[in-house]
């Protein structure tokens, strides 16, 4: 089947996001919407910028209100005047959602790229959503039942951090300016404001508590390029404060520097699923406004927050939440990690095996379901749909 007529939309609200839906769009030329740095060096047209609508936890929406709005109304009118025939929606569920519905009405076909996480809270929306899209791309194994038994055309195409360039671990520490030998630890302290505000301090604290403890421990801040200027700059005054290098990750993400580090201490999300598949075990901490917190327990539906632990199904590596979220407890768990590599080692591969499969990049599944080349049962039968990732 040929390429349907039409400009290609693009939304991708969340630095993952932007990272997952780049080299999509590098298959295409005719692509506007929604995203960040990865999305805009892909060819993509933004006319909403990630990094001024970004937000996550009631409290974050809330203070990023009227950017959101903004965004939603530079895409809906880009729509209405553009009629893209098809839509890539990648993440970003509640905006997402929403906007599936106002393309409805004007034709588009809809590809949700990362499924909504109903697994993990809220599992009723599954049945709600599945009408509104054309077809469901999952990056987990065990979502592809799921969505089909909800009524959406489902292929799981494989996780966009498998395809992220990356670097050898002698070349990632030289280019860093890490030292060959001895023990280096990547503070990644999330790809939003609010949660580089809540998790750098602890986590820098945890720093000097190590090098008090060890010796000499290497660090660097690594910094997500969904951040706003001021973000960057504020995050990496109190790096430079407590000796520590910052380092705005490029366009292509984190991923081409995580080889070069022993143990990540990082924020919940996506980034603690990308250094596993650096084979650099993270230490996964997060903090949400109380708000946030009390709804999280009301909702959630799995006992784990950090993405290689619900892979495995398995509390495999340590998770720091709200109050825990402390720097004696943070410096605790990242010694336990440098103490003993080789088990948080294997865990990482035994995330990497269940994740990969044989076949096409996820891009390249993905820019097929954006043409209608590849129906609802691409997958079935094919080497990678055999391989059981369910917790």
């Not at 040929?2 to 295409?28: C, F, K, T």
């Not at 990496?236 to 366009?251: C, K, P, Y």
Request: net charge positive; hydrophobic share 50%.
């Amino acid at each position: 089947m040929s390429a349907p007529r039409g400009p290609l939309l693009v939304v991708a609200g969340e630095a993952s996001g932007d990272l997952a839906a780049a080299p999509v769009v590098r298959r295409r030329a005719d692509a506007f919407g929604m995203g960040g740095d990865a999305l805009r060096a892909a060819g993509c047209e933004i006319v909403a910028d990630v990094r001024d609508s970004t937000a996550m936890g009631l409290g974050g929406v809330s203070a990023r209100a009227l950017a959101i709005v903004r965004a939603w109304r530079s895409i809906t009118r880009e729509a209405r005047r553009r009629r893209p025939a098809v839509a890539l929606l990648v993440n970003y569920t509640e905006f997402n959602v929403r906007l599936a519905r106002a393309l409805r009405r004007l034709g588009t076909r809809i590809v949700f790229y990362g499924a909504p996480q109903v697994w993990a809270w809220r599992p009723g929306r599954a049945r709600h959503i599945a009408p509104l899209v054309d077809h469901m791309a999952v990056m987990f194994p065990f979502e592809e039942a799921l969505w089909r038994a909800a009524g959406a055309p489902t292929t799981w195409v494989g996780h966009h951090a498998l395809e992220a360039p990356r670097t050898p671990r002698a070349a990632a520490r030289e280019r860093l300016g890490l030292a060959a030998q001895g023990e280096a630890v990547a503070i990644l302290p999330g790809s939003r404001p609010h949660e580089v505000r809540r998790l750098l301090p602890p986590m820098l604290a945890a720093l000097a508590d190590l090098r008090a403890a060890r010796g000499t421990v290497e660090a660097r801040v690594l910094l997500a390029p969904s951040l706003d200027r001021a973000t960057a700059a504020s995050a990496t005054a109190q790096a430079a404060r407590a000796g520590v290098e910052a380092v705005l990750a490029g366009s292509s993400g984190i991923t081409a520097h995580l080889a070069a580090f022993d143990v990540a201490l990082t924020a919940s999300g996506t980034a603690s699923l990308e250094c596993v598949l650096s084979g650099t075990p993270p230490v996964i901490a997060y903090r949400v406004d109380l708000v946030t917190e009390l709804a999280a327990r009301a909702l959630l539906k799995t006992p784990h927050v950090g993405l290689p632990n619900i892979v495995l199904g398995r509390r495999a590596f340590a998770e720091l939440l709200q109050r825990d979220a402390n720097a004696a407890r943070m410096a605790e768990e990242v010694s336990r990690v440098l103490d003993a590599p080789e088990a948080a080692r294997a865990d990482a591969a035994e995330v990497v095996r269940r994740l990969t499969r044989e076949g096409p990049p996820p891009s390249a599944r993905v820019a097929d379901l954006l043409t209608g080349s590849s129906g609802p049962d691409a997958t079935r039968g094919a080497p990678w749909a055999a391989v059981d990732a369910r917790p």
